[in-house]
């Protein structure tokens, strides 16, 4: 049973575009939302993370946007560079209490940006 | 500094063989993690080790799998014997606190059992 829904499985978007990826999760007590990048042959790299007690995160050009309501959060890549292609993966942990180490991730999303 | 390290990077082996696995953590990182990606599917938690210790082995899917961190270092998974359903990128990853913090991972190893 998948624990955290992403979408799209694959974006293509052109240089300087906004890139959205969507996620969603299913368990309440979940309280830590990471996006992780990553690039071929490399492993996962942290890129941008929220805690539900703030609805929007902004690093540079990426920005979480959190619905605790919804139980919805999404990256959005503003200016979206060919070097931004990657997959990217969001993931949900509940930091106390339980499994603290067990990151539940989404299926990944492969994006690509055209020069 | 040196990030996570795996080896190999790559494994091709047959059905019934044993693979063994293994990452080097970021120096000094008391949490170390192994995680796995069957092709297409979300990268899964298999366990969790703080030093030596097996904080949480939840997620190792049966007992062909081994993992094991000896004095609270390097750690080794080993797969025996290996099925076809094993093959995929087993990633390592460590942290300096728990809680999944700022998880460095390793470029990982990707098995392919035939």
């Known amino acids: 049973q998948q624990q955290v829904k992403q979408s799209p499985q694959s974006l293509i978007v052109q240089k300087g575009g906004i890139s959205i990826i969507n996620c969603a999760y299913e368990n309440t007590a979940f309280d830590y939302f990471p996006w992780y990048q990553q690039f071929p042959g490399k492993g996962p790299a942290l890129l941008i993370a929220i805690r539900p007690d703030v609805s929007e995160k902004k690093e540079g050009r990426f920005t979480i946007s959190f619905n605790k309501s919804a139980k919805q959060f999404s990256l959005h890549i503003m200016d979206s560079q060919p070097g931004d292609s990657a997959t990217y993966f969001c993931a949900a942990n509940r930091r106390y209490g339980g499994s603290q180490g067990n990151l539940i991730f989404g299926k990944g999303t492969k994006l690509s940006v055209k020069p | 500094e040196a990030g996570v390290t795996q080896f190999p990077s790559h494994s091709v082996i047959e059905k019934g063989q044993t693979v063994t696995l293994r990452c080097d953590p970021i120096?000094?990182?008391?949490?170390l993690y192994w995680y796995r990606r069957v092709m297409g599917k979300e990268i899964k938690f298999l366990l969790h080790f703080v030093k030596e210790s097996k904080q949480d082995e939840s997620g190792m899917p049966n007992n062909r799998f081994l993992a094991e961190r000896t004095g609270g270092t390097y750690s080794t998974l080993k797969v025996q014997p290996a099925e076809l359903e094993d093959s995929g990128v087993y990633f390592c990853?460590?942290?300096?606190?728990?809680?999944?913090?700022?998880?460095?991972f390793g470029s990982g190893t990707q098995l392919s059992v035939l």
């Open positions: 120096s000094g990182h008391d949490n």
């Open positions: 990853a460590s942290s300096l606190g728990g809680a999944s913090e700022k998880l460095f």
